[in-house]
């Protein structure tokens, strides 16, 4: 596509602290439609793309005060500049490295005297490439933003659904035979799975889409594991399973063990999704859960540890590399949407903390979270 055809007129930016190589540049270009700005120095290019970001920047590698390689760096380092740009460094030296360019983040390399119908070919091949990413981001904002109003959407008709459920099965507005209660059980169990699944694709889509917000407080993790056992422990028994909590090593300790800073509901929603995924894919033995503490030497920092660990069926070595993934479902006829783990990993990952797991298959699995504890 060329320029003149496209709706857009894309900005270069043009650095170079001779004048005379500037105004040839801004001749070249202008000629083939496109709108350009000039500086002299590496200082007021990061001014200006930080002010008013191009579509493309020329940047030559000698100048006084920061070199293009710096700039380059500062450029790919800034977290304030959000969409990609192109960056074409051109140099006179022939010992200038390509290497160091292109490791600094430079996307291509052109040297001086450079022929014109080349420089043209570079600027339209980055400009392609800045095209096709911008476009790409696009989709992925429009598909976040499809995503998150969907879950938003269903919520409405799954928690009417869920109370009318409920108050036929309370016989709010007529008996009913034993056999239609059981048949309203199943759909109100249904129903809740199915608004789970809502709730967790609706959270993972906040976090995709950086709109997810933590509350940040002091999270007693001891007593919110006890008290996701005891809500889950009804599952285990039907199973025959044991559900254990093993605080044993934080007991010894001090008043702060067990306590981190993060958000409780989302430590908590980790907690539940770690516990109940063991439940589900153990049908003998037991889940232990234990929490303890670790100092990391030579900063003497200290993590708190979380270990889940079951007797089920373990995870094959193939689909423990990517369990984490979103949507990535194990092999387990069980297995669900692939998105509670994602979401978990990611919650943890926005406490600074990790997850990983070690199994093997027909001898269990163990789920370790690591959270540091900055209180």
Known sequence: MSVVESSKIDRILAVDDTKDNLILVQTILESEGYEIDLVTDGIA???????????LILLDVMMPGIDGYEVTRRIRNNPAIKSYIPILLI???????VVEGLDAGADDFIRKPFDTDELLARVRSLLRLKHSLDEQRKMTRQREDFVSRLTHDLRTPLVAADR?????????????????KQAIGVMIRSNQNLMQMVNTLLEVSRFEAGKKT???????????AQEVVSELAPLAMEKNLTLTVDTSELDELDDTAGIVMGDALELRRVLSNLIGNAIKFTDKGGITIRLLEKTADPKNT???IIEVE?????IAPEDQASIFERFRQGRN??????????????IVEAHGGKIEVTSELGKGSIFKVQLPKHI
């Open 45 to 55: 290019a990061l001014q200006q793309v930080e002010q008013s970001p191009p579509d």
């Open 91 to 97: 140099t006179a030296f022939h010992e200038s490295s």
């Open 164 to 180: 009318m459920l409920y108050l036929f099965q309370e016989e709010t507005f007529c008996k009913i035979s034993p056999e239609m």
């Open 214 to 224: 933590l509350n940040w407080e002091k999270c007693d993790l001891k007593q919110t």
């Open 302 to 304: 200290s993590s708190l």
């Open 310 to 314: 079951d007797t089920g069926y373990g």
């Open 333 to 346: 006829k069980r297995s669900g949407s692939g998105l509670g783990l994602h979401l978990s990993s990611r």
